[in-house]
């Protein structure tokens, strides 16, 4: 996927309008968890340092009605990134107008700007009318008019057809490139799933098989082995006939888990043994079992013969995409699993490995292995929707080389 990256464009002057993921933890005005922000200071820094007048757009959160406004306002992303960049932001607190046009107007070469949280426009006098969400056209080409380029390093929300992604990119007179995160993202994720280097495993977990359907059934064509952990699992131990107790079963998904343990042979690894409990609880009387699952116990994490089972497998690997825990791995009790196969990733320094998603992505960050990793994904709805197959309309809008 030949796209033009921030290098290919004259920024010297330029305002360039630039789309980053600044959507992150915010309490009491202070910034938690600043990796998105830090995240996207290559890109940022790479624009200032070659003369262009970077103005940033990002959503935080959902604002679905006026109240929902104060509590998500950019303001306090805005210092924090002055703070890293060790330089003033000028924060815009309008989406629209005259405040944010002469700000813009009045920017030098190297400057920083940051408007106000898009999706403020997706509440207008009080009704909820998406137009950022719902890619409104009147919206995208009014930003886009604010600039002479556009820059998308917002992976994140790459699967979403927004119009500060695909609406500016649309509307943008200049040319729209990738960042540098954007760029590695469709690298890595690009190259694992089209061009792996062989054996190529997929790790796949989380609650439920329909969230994962386009995933496993893009990935069978395409790996060599899928490793299925987490409670989609129990679906498949379903239509295979294993008794499952009271562990999570979508029922209406078990003809579609014996289609795909049909077309998939040998390709899918189940777990072989279960940590389970009596109730849903971190504080649960816990057992391991093997094979069926009797009534009134649930499996909530894979068990040790399983980890050494997927260890086994992942072994031999050269290309590894992980996403989604093992277990319920918000309850520590739980969470073994989950840590277990993170631990051993680190350990593969002869393979590309890739991690996408919430649980997966705190599992090597509480583990330390991150740095191990070779990428760790910034999107877990579009790095899924990637792993499916489908394109990404927010990459699609980038202008190809």
């Known amino acids: 996927m030949a796209k033009l990256t921030v290098e290919d464009l004259p920024l010297e002057g330029k305002k360039v309008l630039m789309r980053v993921d600044f959507n992150v933890p915010i309490k009491d005005g202070v910034v938690g968890d600043d990796n998105r922000i830090v995240a996207a200071l290559p890109t940022i820094k790479y624009v200032i340092d070659h003369g262009g007048r970077a ?3 990002s959503h935080l959160g959902r604002i679905k009605k006026e ?5 998500l306002s950019l303001r306090p992303v805005a210092e924090r990134l002055s703070n890293l960049l060790n330089k003033p ?26 408007v106000q949280n898009t999706r403020y426009e997706d509440v207008k006098d009080g009704e909820y009318v998406k137009r950022e969400s719902g890619n409104d056209p009147e919206l995208g080409k009014y930003w886009a008019s604010l600039g002479d380029v556009f820059v998308n390093d917002a992976f994140g929300t790459a699967h979403r057809k927004h119009a500060s992604n695909v609406g500016i990119a649309t509307n943008m007179p200049g040319k729209a490139a990738a960042g540098y995160l954007m760029e590695k993202e469709i690298k890595f994720l690009g190259d694992a799933v089209d061009n792996p280097e062989r054996p190529f495993v997929a790790i796949l977990g989380g609650a439920k098989v329909s969230d994962k359907i386009g995933v496993i059934d893009n990935l069978l064509d395409k790996a060599d082995k899928i490793i299925i952990g987490g409670g989609m699992a129990y679906t498949f131990y379903a239509a295979k006939g294993i008794k499952v107790g009271n562990s999570l079963v979508e029922k209406d998904k078990i003809d579609v888990a014996k289609q795909i343990l049909d077309k998939a042979g040998d390709k899918l690894v189940l777990p072989i043994d279960n940590v389970v409990a009596d109730k849903f609880n971190n504080d649960a009387y816990t057992k391991v079992v093997e094979g069926d699952i009797d009534d009134g ?10 980890v050494e089972e997927f260890k086994n497998v992942l072994k031999d690997a050269k290309t590894v995409v992980w996403n989604g825990p093992m277990g319920v791995f918000e309850m520590p009790n739980f969470a073994k699993g ?36 070779t990428h760790i994904s910034t999107g877990g709805g579009a790095s899924l929707t990637y792993l499916e197959g489908n394109e990404l309309p927010g990459i699609a809008a980038i202008s190809d080389k």
């Open 55 to 57: 103005i940033l757009f």
């Open 67 to 71: 109240e929902d406004k104060p509590g």
């Open 89 to 114: 932001v000028t924060f815009v607190p309008v989406t629209e107008g005259k405040q944010l046009e002469d700000a813009i107007d009045n920017m030098k070469n190297g400057d920083v700007l940051l």
């Open 297 to 306: 116990w649930m499996a909530l994490d894979i068990g040790p013969k399983s």
């Open 338 to 373: 989950t840590l277990e196969i993170g631990k051993f990733l680190g350990t593969l320094t002869d393979a590309t490995t890739i991690v996408g998603g919430g649980d997966s992505t705190a599992a090597v960050k509480e583990l330390g292995v991150a740095d191990k990793l």
